[in-house]
């Protein structure tokens, strides 16, 4: 099994999304790259330059994982480049952010290759024994997969999807005043659980030492 398998397997093993979980774990690598190694990188930093930094979301990433030294040197030189003139129409804000871009090509490149690997049965079971994929990465799987995985994944996550709505259903039903007092069992947490398969998982959720 090659290094990429290895990687899905364990994100199936571990991530209540398995690519929600992947690609937060390939993100803090480059964050971590990025703060050890590429300060010192004229080519990278050159680059900041160009792109005006990061996205609200990257820069309070990297604020959370940084020295101050870091920071304060990735801060000046975006403000040594960045303009206060009246923004284009075609980038409002001025920001194209590169940790976007590579997280937005790990999510691909993750995509495809489950949809390669569930053609097999062995990996449908591995995926059937998993939490499954959010709505947003379920679409991307498709995007990439073979008619008769699309089915597959289909069927898998939509039997997914009646046993939440059923547990959805039971929230709702305990709610009513007549049946508070009845004890909660499967259907506990299942309106977050929910949450997740609608939206994806939220980055502060996933654990920074996975």
């Known amino acids: 099994m090659h290094l990429p398998e290895i990687a899905i397997e364990e994100a199936l093993r571990e991530g209540e999304c398995a690519l929600c979980w992947l690609t937060h774990r390939h993100l803090l690598r ?46 000046e030189d975006v403000l040594a480049s960045v303009s206060l003139s009246m923004p284009s129409r075609r980038r409002p804000g001025g920001w194209r952010c590169h940790l976007c871009e590579s997280q937005r090509q790990d999510e691909a490149q993750a995509a495809k290759l489950l949809a390669q690997l569930l053609r097999q049965a062995e990996w449908r079971e591995r995926y059937a024994a998993s939490q499954g994929l959010c709505l947003p990465h379920v ?21 997914r999807w009646q046993g939440l709505r059923a547990q ?30 609608l939206y994806g998982i939220f980055p502060e959720e996933v654990s920074h030492e996975r």
Do not use: M
């Not at 994944?153 to 939509?158: I, K, R, S």
């Not at 259903?169 to 929910?194: C, L, M, N, T």
């Open 30 to 75: 480059r964050v971590s790259t990025l703060l050890d190694e590429h300060l010192t990188d004229p080519q990278w930093r050159q680059s900041l330059h160009d792109e005006n930094g990061f996205c609200a979301y990257h820069a309070a990433l990297v604020l959370s994982r940084a020295d101050v030294l870091s920071v304060a040197i990735l801060a």
């Open 139 to 159: 679409r991307q799987v498709l995007l990439n997969a073979s008619p008769e995985v699309r089915d597959w994944l289909v069927a898998n996550e939509g039997g």
């Open 168 to 197: 959805l259903r039971e929230v709702i039903r305990k709610h009513d005043y007549r049946f508070q007092q009845e004890p909660w069992g499967e259907e506990r947490g299942s309106w977050r659980r929910a949450f997740h398969k």
